[in-house]
């Protein structure tokens, strides 16, 4: 359970956090050196969690690598 406490991605389907943690993203500043579209590749990740990581990023400054300049 220490994992779950360590993560800060937002509240997404557990399909899509499954996937998420399975290929080693916990962080959501993670998200900012993979494109959406490799993200969509995953099994359990679908347009909606897309949306939902985007707005996350956002919140924070950040994107997705092929969204936008993560060079704060």
């Given at each position: 359970?220490?994992?779950?406490?360590e993560?800060?991605?937002?509240?997404?389907g557990?399909?899509?956090?499954?996937?998420?943690?399975?290929a080693?993203?916990?962080?959501?500043?993670q998200?900012?050196?993979?494109r959406s579209?490799?993200?969509?590749?995953l099994?359990?990740v679908?347009?909606?969690a897309?949306?939902?990581?985007?707005e996350?990023l956002s919140?924070?400054g950040?994107s997705?690598?092929?969204e936008?300049d993560n060079?704060?």
């Open positions: 359970m220490a994992h779950e406490a993560s800060n991605l937002p509240e997404i557990a399909p899509a956090q499954r996937a998420l943690t399975a080693g993203y916990t962080r959501l500043e998200l900012t050196e993979v579209d490799d993200l969509l590749q099994h359990g679908g347009p909606k897309i949306r939902i990581l985007r996350a919140e924070k950040l997705f690598a092929d936008g060079t704060a």
